[in-house]
């Protein structure tokens, strides 16, 4: 984990030494909140991370980059809005300008085409690129580090949300374990059933 304002890295449970940031105010930083800023065009508080914040899905950054990073929807989604428009721009333009110029043959239009065909293999590169910062937990998130009362309002919601699911986890083991139970208890029955049938 690095410090988003400095750089300086991290270890679990301490502090960057110069901004004196701790590391659980980077793990409970919010992208939502700095993508609200960044549509205010208050950017002075937001900072990139390469740690992914706890409002943010990993498997669901993961499957967007994968399927929709070539079009920037995974720009867009963590709130570099300028870079995500960019980049559909250009791949719808370069396909319609590729539509005019090979397909319906007006031929000014393939120098444009190539031009904005280069820039889409430019894109692609980066995609691929960040398929692998994803996977392998290297991609920059715009953040919002929180301050000592949203860190604790924070971390309680976690902590609860963890308590949650494990509470739902073991009422569907039980419930699997009733369901196992009233099968066995089902099959003895079949089983009396046909005994007593054959002991007549």
Do not use: H
């Amino acid at each position: 984990m690095k410090c988003p304002k400095c750089g300086c890295g991290i270890k679990k449970d301490t502090f960057c030494p110069y901004c004196k940031i701790t590391a659980d105010q980077v793990k409970f930083a919010s992208n939502v909140e700095a993508k609200k800023r960044i549509k205010q065009k208050d950017t002075d508080e937001v900072y990139t991370s390469s740690y992914i914040p706890y409002d943010v899905s990993k498997t669901k950054l993961f499957f967007i980059t994968l399927f929709g990073g070539a079009l920037g929807f995974d720009a867009y989604y963590l709130g570099r809005y300028k870079r995500g428009i960019i980049q559909f721009a250009v791949f719808i333009l370069t396909f319609m300008l590729f539509v005019l110029s090979r397909v319906l043959g007006y031929k000014a239009l393939i120098g444009v085409t190539d031009f904005f065909g280069i820039a889409c293999v430019v894109f692609i590169f980066l995609w691929i690129g960040n398929v692998f910062r994803v996977l392998f937990n290297k991609a920059t998130v715009p953040i919002v580090l929180p301050n000592a009362e949203e860190l604790d309002s924070r971390r309680q919601a976690y902590e609860d949300m963890l308590k949650a699911k494990a509470e739902a986890r073991e009422v569907k083991q039980n419930k699997k374990y009733d369901k196992m139970v009233e099968k066995e208890k089902k099959n003895l029955d079949k089983k009396e059933k046909k005994t007593k049938s054959d002991e007549k």
